[in-house]
């Protein structure tokens, strides 16, 4: 019963939240429209460095596209529902407040990964058959299973303490929730900065969202190693906070009506 109530659960937020399919296509289509005049006049052939090339440059960009999403999803998802008064609705089918707080973390760390690597996927294919027979067909096809690894790890599980937070500041404020998410840090980091005359929140902070913390020198898109990955404390540390944030959204959606 619980793993029914919390498909439909997603299956909802799927509905509500258009941009999930919306975002994504935009950018693929401004991708391969770039990469369509790009072809015609020849540009792409002087490009030589490894991060310039197009291929790469369609899946950096839908990775970051799928992650502002992700941002500001979080943002609404319980602040939105109280807003618009569907909460009382909702509270009143027989979901409870971690299912309904659960699923919409699920989206952001799994659902939007997905759909990140299946555009990314899509539009790298669209660009290959566009290019023709001097298309670099196996070099491209031979990252998919790493931007997938990329995505299911730093993008869903390194970032679970940032979605984590994102949804009890969601949970909480009554309005601009992109200001309270966003000042409280960098508040501590000035606060730090003048106090101590240090930035090791803000280091840590910069690590996390760039997936590098406790994996120097790995490149992004390179660090295939899933035991090591796993053995690193800092991913426990964050979903331990991942942890107590959600808690702390599951008590304020219990708490909050609408607004």
């Not at 693929?28 to 429209?33: L, R």
């Not at 609705?89 to 939007?112: C, H, N, R």
Request: proline share 5%; with cysteine; glycine share 6%.
């Amino acid at each position: 019963m619980k793993t029914r109530a919390m498909f439909w659960s997603i299956r909802r937020e799927l509905w509500e939240t258009r941009s999930i399919a919306i975002a994504p296509v935009a950018v693929a289509a401004v991708v391969v429209f770039g990469f369509l005049v790009s072809t015609f006049a020849g540009s792409h052939a002087a490009q030589t460095t490894e991060m310039s090339r197009p291929y790469d440059f369609a899946s950096i960009l839908l990775m970051g596209v799928m992650f502002l999403v992700s941002i500001f999803y979080c943002l609404d998802a319980l602040n939105g529902e109280r807003r618009d008064r569907s909460i009382l609705f909702w509270k009143s089918l027989p979901v409870s407040d971690l299912t309904t707080v659960l699923s919409k973390l699920a989206i952001p760390m799994v659902v939007l990964p997905v759909v990140s690597w299946v555009a990314t996927v899509a539009t790298q294919f669209i660009m290959l058959v566009m290019r023709g027979s001097g298309a670099p067909w196996g070099e491209v096809a031979g990252s998919w299973p790493m931007i997938l690894y990329h995505l299911l790890t730093v993008h869903s599980l390194y970032y679970a303490p940032i979605f984590a937070w994102l949804l009890l500041v969601s949970a909480w404020a009554r309005r601009m929730p992109f200001l309270w998410a966003f000042l409280p840090i960098a508040a501590v980091a000035i606060v730090e900065r003048i106090a101590f005359r240090s930035s090791y929140f803000a280091h840590m902070l910069g690590a996390r969202i760039s997936g590098d913390m406790e994996m120097k020198g790995a490149p992004m898109l390179g660090y295939f190693m899933p035991l090591d990955f796993f053995l690193k404390p800092g991913l426990w540390i964050g979903f331990a906070i991942a942890a107590v944030f959600i808690a702390i959204a599951v008590r304020l959606r219990r708490l909050h009506g609408p607004i």
